[in-house]
């Protein structure tokens, strides 16, 4: 999936402090990405994994241009992005974010996280 926005001012995606807004699952073997550029996510509170993306099975992730602002994961859960596959990160930022295990990026063992 790839979404492109006009802006991380212009584009601004809340959440509504009751889930993530991506989960990325490659059970079964299904190979899948996301590509997100030109974006803000903030406000998003989850109590179970990343409070903006959960990345599972050896997703690839990219991030170009996207802010995190003020998002929050609770009950010992992960950063504002989880990742279990590979992560690549151009430019953006993350701004105020808190969790237990990672306020910005939380990795699982092994995995690549590539930052530029």
Do not use: H, W
């Not at 212009?10 to 807004?21: E, K, L, M, P, Y």
């Not at 994961?73 to 295990?101: Q, R």
């Amino acid at each position: 999936m790839n979404i492109v926005g006009r802006g991380t001012g212009n584009t601004v995606i809340t959440g509504d402090g009751n889930t993530n807004a991506f989960v990325q699952d490659n059970g079964a073997g299904n190979p899948n990405s996301l590509y997100l550029q030109d974006m803000t996510f903030k406000d998003f509170t989850y109590a179970g994994g990343g409070s903006v993306i959960d990345a599972y099975g050896n997703a690839t992730t990219t991030l170009v241009n996207v802010c995190f602002k003020d998002n929050e994961t609770t009950n010992d859960s992960n950063g504002t992005v989880y990742s279990e596959g590979t992560l690549n990160v151009t430019g953006g930022s993350f701004i105020n974010n808190i969790a237990n295990y990672g306020g910005a990026i939380s990795m699982s063992n092994g995995d690549a996280l590539n930052i530029t």
